[in-house]
């Protein structure tokens, strides 16, 4: 059975600092990967998404992933936090196959110190 | 293009009460999905239609939940009784299709609150 591990419910940073979110996944087969992000009382909103073609994903809001299916991860970056990004970010994976179910990280919330 | 509508966006109710959620999902999106979100918790499955056939409902409770998506478009989520630890939101999404790489386009969310 598939399942999402998300390392950290809270990480803070400095404006301007990296920005780290880990995700470590379980999957028996070759997994689709997902983050989204969910600003408060809003529904989640795709960053980026892994369907097995480049390794590096480049997603909106300056954001990148990579996918290591050495390490079963997949670390959300981003080079300079901004304020706007203070948020809940999830991880999610899909089996893939013909349904398309999403299984979630229990999230990382992100606060951003000025 | 106009995204996943859902309400209402709020409900409170008392515990044995029933409740039902609207979602609209964006045009054309033959996959509609009902997920539940426990405060704290990651969003969890109850319910995916294609089209207006269930193709995975192994996490609703069906002794008090239940959905309907008539035609193939909108669809209702209904709860009857409600308990105390369905306190949650719930969230709509839809997909063009349901290949695990299709992206979920997700609707703000019902907030429930039950006493």
């Known amino acids: 059975a598939q399942s999402v591990t998300q390392l950290g419910s809270h990480v803070s940073v400095s404006e301007g600092a990296l920005v780290l979110l880990r995700c470590n996944y379980s999957s028996s087969v070759p997994p689709y990967l997902f983050w989204y992000v969910q600003y408060p009382n809003q529904g989640l909103q795709l960053l980026l998404k892994y369907t097995s073609a480049a390794t590096l994903v480049k997603g909106i809001n300056g954001f990148e992933a990579e996918f290591k299916k050495s390490e079963t991860s997949f670390h959300l970056t981003k080079p300079s936090a901004h304020m706007s990004d203070a948020a809940e970010y999830f991880c999610?994976?899909?089996?893939?196959?013909?349904?398309?179910?999403?299984?979630f990280g229990a999230g990382t919330r992100l606060a951003v110190h000025p | 293009e106009a995204g996943v509508a859902q309400s209402p966006r709020y409900k409170i109710i008392e515990k044995r009460q029933s409740v039902a959620f609207w979602c609209n999902p964006i045009?054309?999106?033959?996959?509609l999905y009902w997920y539940q979100q426990i405060l704290g918790q990651g969003p969890k499955l109850l319910i995916q239609f294609q089209n207006n056939g269930v193709v995975d409902d192994s996490q609703l409770p069906k002794d008090r939940f239940s959905a309907e998506r008539l035609k193939g478009v909108d669809s209702t989520l209904k709860i009857q009784p409600a308990k105390l630890e369905d306190s949650a939101v719930y969230l709509c999404a839809s997909s063009l299709g349901p290949g695990g790489e299709e992206t979920q386009y997700f609707g703000p969310g019902t907030r429930l609150l039950v006493l």
């Open positions: 999610a994976v899909s089996p893939g196959g013909g349904y398309n179910k999403l299984i």
């Open positions: 045009s054309g999106h033959a996959t």
